[in-house]
């Protein structure tokens, strides 16, 4: 494993608990780093804590109990976040996201539509919203945004999914060229499926479509996401934001 140097950043992973976001965390961890797991998993939240505490007894692992797709409870969070730890947020990974039900656009429920849309877009703009805000005004900072090639590809029976991702990149090509003249960094990676308990929410059927999608002939790992994810978390990545970075096995082509 390449060593990337994340020593004395800290950093907030939303839907840290579990998934990408936990295989998040423990990249950052490992990196020199310490972290806050943002979720809505309360039970999720303490295992993952505990989890990594005895992993890593020398780092720092707070936990916070956030609705991101709440303005309040976010606002709330970061309030949390910042009085538990005085140095600061360097760093936010936006990993919570939900798939939505697999079907076609003219059956779509409405809930579904607006719960999806309410954590993978709402979500990550609120986070976004405040974090930017304490990092601009500390003169570094990196944001990463966890879209998906589903984005630009359009996946057939999860319409909510794609626009929502879609959404995650146009946001981060805004915030990055907002934030362009300071010291905060906006990029997002767009992954093809990754085998995490994300897949519980999809049909199997949907799973497999997915699978054919990519020449690698294999779902990504957390572990791999991860790597990409930390770099991006660096001092090293000085001259990318709003840019767009492929995880996906072969499958996107631009």
Excluded at 25 to 36: F, H, K, N, P, Q
Excluded at 44 to 67: D, I, M, W
Excluded at 79 to 89: F, N, S
Excluded at 165 to 186: Q, Y
């Amino acid at each position: 494993m390449n060593q990337l140097d994340l020593n004395g950043r800290h950093g907030v992973v939303t839907g840290g608990a579990t998934g990408l976001g936990y295989a998040i965390a423990e990249r950052i961890l490992l990196s020199g780093g310490g972290v806050t797991l943002w979720d809505l998993d309360v039970p999720g939240l303490e295992r993952a804590r505990k989890t990594l505490t005895e992993q890593y007894p020398n780092s720092k692992v707070n936990t916070v109990h956030v609705n991101v797709a709440s303005y309040e409870s976010v606002v709330q969070a970061t309030e949390q976040t910042l009085a538990l730890d005085k140095a600061g947020v360097d760093i936010l990974v936006n990993s919570a996201g939900i798939t939505g039900p697999n079907t076609k656009v003219w059956d779509y429920p409405d809930d579904a539509w607006r719960a999806v849309m309410d954590v993978n877009v709402n979500g990550l703009f609120y986070c976004c919203k405040e974090l930017s805000k304490h990092m601009k005004d500390r003169a570094f900072g990196r944001i990463v945004n966890i879209a998906s090639v589903a984005g630009k590809d359009g996946n057939p029976n999860a319409s909510a999914y794609s626009a929502s991702k879609a959404a995650v990149i146009g946001l981060t090509k805004s915030l990055g060229k907002e934030l362009a003249d300071t010291g905060v960094r906006v990029n997002c990676v767009t992954p093809a499926a990754v085998k995490t308990a994300i897949f519980d929410q999809m049909s199997a059927e949907h799973i497999q479509f997915m699978l054919s999608k990519i020449p690698m002939g294999r779902f990504g790992m957390p572990a791999e996401v991860a790597a990409l994810v930390c770099w991006l978390c660096t001092e090293d990545c000085s001259f990318s934001t709003g840019a767009v970075f492929d995880l996906s096995g072969g499958r996107a082509t631009y």
